[in-house]
């Protein structure tokens, strides 16, 4: 079936730290891949995408690429600020054609930013 | 820009009541889909709709059920409440003509059950 792993938090970094979250998935064929975050309280915000392999997906200031090669979509940033913290979810759609299929998330990662 | 909007946002309800969430698709979106976020979980797919018909199943329980009625609103009806039902309920939905890569969540339903 289709999973996805991403590292475990909480991650705490320094304002304007370098920030790399890993995801990593297994699925047949070609997924869609997505990042969402979710502030407390809040329901899941889309944050970038990529349907296709190389792509690269980027908003915000973050940044992803779709590695079929290694069957990942790091999320990454270059200097995080303290409104970056929340939990992140790598999240991936299965290629059936249909449109209609059920996302797969990641377990989440709490990212915390330290002024 | 217009949301997904859902009710209620918070609903108490006791073992064994049943319980009904709305949701409220972004205007001319064509696709819902319903997810379950236990706490400090991930969320996880119930089911999702394509034109008032199920599209895809994931792991909805047999005592929930849902439908898509014709102006594209949904209502995911969940009967025999168990506590193990407290969770956090989206909703999203996605225009299939667009590819339905994009699904937009909304608030969600906080569902307490005592």
């Known amino acids: 079936g289709n999973s996805v792993t991403q590292m475990e938090g909480p991650v705490t970094l320094s304002e304007e730290a370098f920030l790399t979250i890993n995801c990593t998935y297994t699925a047949t064929g070609y997924p869609s891949l997505f990042w969402y975050v979710q502030y407390p309280g809040e329901g899941l915000q889309l944050l970038l995408k990529?349907?296709?392999?190389?792509d690269k997906g980027s908003n915000k200031g973050f940044e992803a690429t779709y590695r079929k090669e290694t069957t990942s979509f790091h999320l990454e940033k270059g200097s995080v600020q303290v409104s970056d913290s929340a939990v992140y979810f790598c999240a991936l759609r299965p290629y059936s054609g249909g449109g209609a299929d059920g996302l797969t998330f990641g377990k989440g990662t709490h990212l915390i930013i330290q002024p | 820009a217009a949301g997904v909007i859902q009710s209620p946002r918070h609903l108490i309800k006791e073992k064994r009541e049943t319980a009904t969430l709305k949701c409220y698709p972004i205007p001319r979106h064509d696709t819902v889909y319903w997810y379950q976020q236990g706490p400090g979980q991930d969320p996880q797919f119930l089911i999702s709709?394509?034109?008032?018909?199920?599209?895809d199943k994931g792991s909805i329980p047999d005592r929930f059920s849902a439908q898509q009625f014709s102006d594209y609103h949904s209502e995911l009806n969940m009967s025999s409440l168990e506590l193990g039902d407290s969770a956090l309920y989206f909703c999203?939905?996605?225009?299939?003509?667009?590819?339905?890569?994009?699904?937009?969540f909304g608030p969600g339903t906080r569902l307490t059950v005592t």
């Open positions: 709709f394509y034109e008032k018909m199920q599209s």
């Open positions: 990529a349907t296709k392999a190389d």
């Open positions: 999203a939905s996605s225009l299939k003509i667009a590819g339905g890569y994009e699904q937009y």
